[in-house]
């Protein structure tokens, strides 16, 4: 279950901070800004997402630290 929860957060938030990013990227450089911010956005994002999900797992599973 910790995995599909580390994939599913590591998707969503890659997702999130890929749009994110892009969106600061064309701001400051559209373009190439566009593309860098992306891709930093949706890997940073990915490992905040799969980070922020293993954490409510073990939550919800009263797991502590």
């Not at 799969?50 to 009263?62: C, F």
């Amino acid at each position: 279950a910790e995995t599909g929860a580390n994939l599913a957060g590591g998707v969503v938030g890659g997702m999130a901070g890929a749009e994110v990013g892009g969106a600061i990227g064309t701001a400051i450089f559209p373009g190439i800004g566009t593309a860098i911010g992306g891709v930093v956005g949706g890997v940073v994002g990915g490992i905040v997402g799969s980070m922020s999900a293993t954490k409510g797992v073990d939550q919800a599973m009263g797991v502590q630290e």
